[in-house]
């Protein structure tokens, strides 16, 4: 889920520089040696869930306040001055709390929004992210960066050149709220990223949408043609979801199979729970059949 999903529409205009090119350089020191917090902040997080397998493929870590302020209150305070310290801030307060919750005992990758716009230098302002997973033992091949398509991405040189860098650590990339953005496709096709995630406008009542329904198909079987894993956003229904399931999707993120925990891995509804699909061995007796 983006940043843009997390935040105000009315507050859509800071957006707009987290993904330009005009990146304020701050100073070397603070890729090094830390950055101080800009203001309070913590993390829920929200299962990718497989419903084939019925386990958890990844967890989004998404930013709270202390007391579970929504995202739209916690960056109504951000600035050009302090979006550097955040960015950074939230990557430390993703994986600190992913490593204290045992995350990488579950087999579960994490997934973390960032902003393009932030990263001045992709080899220095990695260095954190680097340094914290390392002193918390976290897998760097657990980590998935998304980088939001809802908003222009001015400089896709940079984009490319963060997504060089990332991948040379192990980290895969993907790009969210794929479908509502300017230029989907054409990000698509430079960066040719691990995951792409389906924006949730896109994947909302698909089952009555049939011009969605085979957008959905055709972007699910070029991901299956490129390599690409293809995620489905905001599944709030039993019928959206075998809908999606028609297109071949199997992983998928939203309020039917579970909601953000705060500060806490949360459980989780399995599709065969919930009656939406046949369990594994009912599957495997109806392909027998």
């Known amino acids: 889920m983006s940043l843009r999903r997390q935040f105000p529409k009315s507050l859509g205009f800071i957006l707009s520089w987290m993904s330009g090119p005009e990146l304020i350089e701050p100073k070397c020191s603070a890729c090094k040696d830390g950055v101080s917090q ?3 902040m913590t993390m829920a997080f929200q299962p990718i869930v497989d419903v084939l397998e019925s386990r958890v493929y990844a967890y989004e870590a998404l930013v709270r306040g202390l007391n579970n302020e929504p995202a739209g209150v916690v960056m109504a305070q951000l600035t050009e001055d302090n979006r550097y310290a955040f960015d950074q801030s939230c990557r430390v307060a993703a994986i600190t709390l992913a490593a204290r919750l045992g995350l990488k005992d579950t087999g579960a990758k994490l997934s973390i929004n960032f902003m393009p716009g932030a990263v001045y230098n992709p080899a220095a302002c990695i260095r954190l992210t680097l340094e914290t997973a390392r002193k918390l033992d976290f897998p760097l091949d657990l980590l ?3 980088i939001t398509e809802m908003e222009e991405i001015k400089d896709r040189n940079h984009v490319l050149k963060i997504a060089q860098e990332y991948r040379r650590h192990g980290f895969q990339m993907a790009i969210d709220d794929f479908g509502s953005g300017y230029s989907g496709l054409n990000l698509l096709a430079d960066l040719t990223p ?3 995630k389906l924006d949730m406008d896109l994947t909302r009542n698909l089952h ?3 011009t ?10 070029l991901c299956r043609e490129l390599g690409v894993t293809c995620i489905a956003e905001g599944v709030e229904t039993v019928e959206e979801l075998r809908a999606l399931r028609s297109c071949g999707i199997r992983l998928m993120q939203g309020y039917l199979l579970a909601r953000p925990a705060f500060e806490a891995l949360p459980a989780v509804a399995y599709p065969q729970d919930l009656g939406a699909l046949p369990g594994r061995r009912e599957a ?4 027998s059949a």
């Open 144 to 146: 998935i960066f998304e």
């Open 212 to 221: 969605a329904l085979a957008i959905v198909r055709s972007t699910a079987e």
């Open 38 to 40: 800009p203001f309070p």
């Open 284 to 287: 495997a007796q109806s392909l």
């Open 208 to 210: 009555a949408r049939p």
């Open 194 to 196: 691990d995951i792409l």
